[in-house]
């Protein structure tokens, strides 16, 4: 089964600033989706960005970035001009038939 | 409904006592999940349904956990003889065919005494 791993359990950031976070991944496909979620302290989680594997353009979303790369299976999340609302849990996940995540990354954004 | 709806929101149960868990996916969601967070963890894969076919339950952990999805819509998790280690969010997802983003319910937090 694939497996994904978040090395960052916190991270900080200044408003107005930029903030990278990281994830990698193992799967024996070669055709998967990759997802970045986030869920606030209400609990439900929200699509941030999606990334086909295919598809060698980097998905953006508005300030939401990813650099992805496949031969390394690693698919960080780079969020730019960090705002208070993106304070927190950032989930990684891949889809082959079903869906899997990571540990996530806490958020904290600093006024 | 508009989104994936879970109930209860929230369940209190004494150890030893049977619970069942309810999702109502998004109307024509072909696909859907149910995974287990633990407090300040990602959440763990259970099982994975396919309209009523249950094609993965190998993130079950043990035999007191069942899944069903018998007309192909609504799904029911149900844990028998609760045990402390339950207590987690149970969040329930589910997709449209062809389209892998899968949207969340709110989640039923499961507290067992």
């Known amino acids: 089964a694939q497996t994904v791993t978040q090395s960052q359990p916190e991270m900080s950031v200044q408003e107005a600033e930029t903030v990278t976070l990281s994830c990698t991944y193992d799967?024996?496909?070669?055709?998967?989706?990759l997802f970045w979620y986030k869920q606030p302290p209400s609990r439900q989680m929200i699509l941030v960005i999606r990334?086909?594997?295919?598809?060698?353009q980097n998905a953006t979303e508005n300030r939401f970035s990813v650099n992805f790369q496949k031969a390394a299976k690693s698919f960080s999340l780079k969020i730019s001009d960090s705002q208070l609302g993106d304070a927190a849990m950032y989930f990684c996940?891949?889809?082959?038939?079903?869906?899997?995540f990571g540990a996530g990354t806490r958020l904290t954004v600093k006024p | 409904g508009a989104g994936v709806s879970q109930s209860p929101r929230y369940k209190v149960a004494k150890r030893g006592q049977d619970v069942a868990l309810r999702c109502d996916p998004i109307?024509?969601?072909?696909?859907l999940f149910w995974y287990q967070q633990a407090l300040g963890q990602g959440p763990e894969f259970l099982t994975y349904?396919?309209?009523?076919?249950?094609?993965?339950k190998s993130g079950l952990p043990s035999d007191r956990f069942f899944a069903e999805r018998p007309e192909g819509s609504v799904s029911t998790l149900k844990i028998q003889r609760t045990q402390q280690e339950d207590s987690a969010v149970y969040l329930c997802?589910?997709?449209?065919?062809?389209?892998?983003?899968?949207?969340f319910g709110q989640g039923t937090r499961l507290t067992v005494v």
């Open positions: 349904f396919q309209n009523e076919a249950q094609l993965d």
């Open positions: 109307s024509g969601h072909v696909s």
């Open positions: 997802a589910s997709s449209l065919v062809g389209d892998p983003e899968a949207f």
């Open positions: 990334q086909e594997a295919y598809k060698q």
């Open positions: 996940a891949i889809r082959e038939w079903d869906m899997r």
């Open positions: 799967t024996s496909e070669s055709d998967y989706y």
